[in-house]
């Protein structure tokens, strides 16, 4: 019996054995026992043959394993509930404390509680999500300070002086 019929019930094994796996375990060896099996048909040398098999299949896999992980691991697409996660949402319906309200995020209409009352047009966060409700919280509303000056006098003066300058200049 030939050594390439060797090298082909090596091949199904490992084809069996890569398609009873999902984590890549022999496809780079399947690779290499072509190869092996190619040699075969050249050489006799069993020596040869399988340091074709061992050292190719070790290179394959030392080669091309980063870039195989890295495509499998490409960033996932979140879910419609992932996704609205940490987004900002207007309530619809008033939400009192541990009472169902409603608000409206990413473009559609979701249940929602909180542990406090948010009344309708209020802007929240979702936090969580609790079976088919959205957990919020009332955004934190930040003052702006008053750039305009205390006096109102003042200014509408200045606004008369600088409208007397521009007048005097024409």
Known sequence: MSLWIYWLIIIILLVVIEAMTVN????WFIASGLLALLVSFFFESILLQLMVFVVLGALFMILTKPAIEKMKSEKEIK?????ILGCTAIVTKEIK???VGEVKADGKFWSAISSNKIAVGEEVTVKEID????VV???????KKNSTPK????????????TKKKGSEN
């Open 97 to 99: 404390k541990d009472v």
């Open 79 to 83: 879910l419609n509930l992932e996704r």
């Open 151 to 162: 006096n109102k006098n003042n200014t509408s003066k200045k606004k008369k002086e600088t």
């Open 137 to 143: 919280e009332k955004n934190k509303v930040v003052k």
């Open 24 to 27: 890549l375990v022999a496809v």
């Open 131 to 134: 079976g088919v409700k959205l």
